[in-house]
């Protein structure tokens, strides 16, 4: 997803959170813990 799009995406989400990650495609097989990290903060609400 370039800027823009990113850009666009997060101007439509009420309420939403844009976080980006240096990675390519597939950020859970790449930085599997920063993946787990923002996940559980996301869906359980503690800080990694």
């Known amino acids: 997803m370039s800027q ?7 101007s439509l989400l009420s309420g939403g959170t844009y976080m980006k990650v240096d990675s390519d495609h597939v ?4 930085h599997p813990d920063e993946f787990v ?3 559980n903060d996301f869906l359980l609400g ?3």
């Not at 823009?4 to 997060?10: F, G, Q, R, V």
């Open 46 to 48: 503690t800080d990694g």
């Open 27 to 30: 950020i859970h097989l790449e």
């Open 4 to 10: 823009d799009d990113a850009n666009t995406a997060i």
């Open 37 to 39: 990290d923002i996940l």
